[in-house]
């Protein structure tokens, strides 16, 4: 009859074993991570990879560096797997987003909640989600307080007239207004021409006023080609053209 100690060091053998191969398969060359490859390499997801290059795979703090992008807001989930000294990783992205940017900040807008993002990372995200340029004063106020519910629909209104179109390039809040409100202008370089909302409740009337600049420009000729770009505004009551400094 084996002794109680004989076969608990008989059962622990294998154990010490496992975990013995285990940490020497994680300091081979062959599982280094020696480039990683990711299809959207924002800057704060690239801080977060970049301490695995060069170690092993599975040394490297996968768990932590998948929790840290996890927490960004425009990150669902994520996904890493090795493959011939490539870190593969697959990030889900949240859907449905808006970048608001400033010259100093920005915020990603999902329906009405705004997340503060990286400005570093706004190169990646405007090929993934619309950018709508927006004065800083007015985005740390939308940060604090939450964005008005009427400039949440002019936004909104835009982007769905933009999505219809390729007229539309750009679109930015400003304080151009004689009242000195912000309003959301959208440029049309195809049309020599830009388009600003001087009263939110026309925004529905962006297409059709589309349609009308576009009538004006074909009907004006080189004159509308060659000319000071066109400033029209949308109030209430209709479409004019309106002087801008």
């Known amino acids: 009859?084996?002794?109680?100690?004989?076969?608990?060091?008989?059962?622990?053998?294998?154990?010490?074993?496992?975990?013995?191969?285990?940490?020497?398969?994680?300091?081979?060359?062959?599982?280094?991570?020696?480039?990683?490859?990711?299809?959207?390499?924002?800057?704060?997801?690239?801080?977060?990879?970049?301490?695995?290059?060069?170690?092993?795979?599975?040394?490297?703090?996968?768990?932590?560096a998948a929790s840290e992008i996890a927490t960004l807001p425009y990150i669902e989930d994520v996904s890493m797997r090795y493959e011939k000294g490539t870190l593969e990783v697959s990030p889900s992205l949240r859907e449905g987003g808006i970048i608001l940017a400033s010259d100093r900040r920005a915020a990603v807008l999902f329906g009405s909640e705004l997340f503060s993002v990286s400005l570093e990372d706004i190169p990646v995200l405007s090929g993934i989600y619309p950018v709508v340029g927006i004065d800083d004063a007015y985005l740390e106020y939308s940060m604090l307080r939450g964005l008005p519910e009427s400039m949440l629909d002019t936004i909104y209104h835009g982007l769905s007239a933009?999505?219809?179109?390729?007229?539309?390039?750009?679109?930015?809040?400003?304080?151009?207004?004689i009242s000195g409100s912000p309003v959301l202008t959208m440029a049309i370089p195809d049309l020599n021409a830009s388009l600003s909302i001087m009263d939110q409740s026309a925004a529905g009337r962006i297409e059709e006023s589309l349609g009308i600049i576009r009538d004006e420009y074909i009907a004006a000729g080189s004159d509308a080609v060659f000319g000071e770009t066109a400033h029209y505004g949308l109030y209430g009551d209709g479409l004019v053209r309106i002087e801008r400094q």
């Open 1 to 64: 009859m084996q002794r109680p100690e004989k076969t608990i060091a008989l059962l622990l053998i294998p154990g010490v074993l496992v975990i013995s191969l285990y940490i020497a398969i994680s300091y081979l060359p062959l599982l280094t991570v020696r480039s990683i490859d990711i299809p959207y390499p924002a800057a704060s997801v690239m801080r977060a990879l970049l301490p695995m290059k060069g170690r092993s795979y599975l040394s490297a703090s996968r768990n932590a």
């Open 162 to 177: 933009a999505g219809a179109t390729s007229l539309i390039t750009w679109m930015e809040y400003d304080n151009n207004s």
